[in-house]
Structures are given as structure tokens and as C-alpha cells.
């Protein structure tokens, strides 16, 4: 697999918080999204749901093995 078990765990604890951010705007009762909830609030906790994404890919497992790819 080309990430180890432990990004794959990072990766969707931030799809949690993307699903979770989206919810947040939908929840917004002010017309067109307007509220604190749709400007505010949930534009943020989604972008830190990519920023755990981006840092899931990133990361690097020291407890693991690293695989050595032999060119052929």
C-alpha cells in the first residue's frame, strides 16, 4: 500500500471533519448561508479538515519500515 496504517487513520479522521465543516454551513438559518455558521465557522473547520489531509499524506511513520522500490 503506498501510505502505512496510520495515515490512512489521519486521512479519515479529516474526512470527518470535512463531512463535519459541510454539515456546519448546511446548519446556517440565515439567508443564503450568511450567518456566523456559513461564513464563519464551517469555511474554517473545513479548511483544517484539508490541512489534516494534506498533513496525512505528508506524514511519516517512524515506526515503520521504510520499502525501498528497486528501479529494474
Same mark, same amino acid.
Given at each position: 500500500?503506498?501510505? !502505512? ?14 463531512? =463535519?465543516?459541510? *454539515? #456546519? ?6 439567508d443564503y448561508g450568511?450567518?456566523?455558521? !456559513? ?14 489531509? =494534506?498533513?496525512? *499524506? #505528508? ?13 529494474k
Open positions: 500500500m503506498v501510505f !502505512g496504517k496510520k495515515n490512512y487513520q489521519i486521512m479519515l479522521f479529516g474526512i470527518a471533519i470535512l463531512i =463535519f465543516g459541510f *454539515i #456546519l454551513m448546511s446548519l446556517d438559518k440565515e450568511f450567518g456566523f455558521l !456559513g461564513i464563519t465557522l464551517g469555511p474554517l473547520v473545513v479548511m483544517s479538515g484539508f490541512g489534516i489531509q =494534506f498533513w496525512a *499524506i #505528508l506524514h511519516v511513520d517512524k515506526t515503520e519500515t521504510p520499502k525501498i522500490i528497486s528501479k
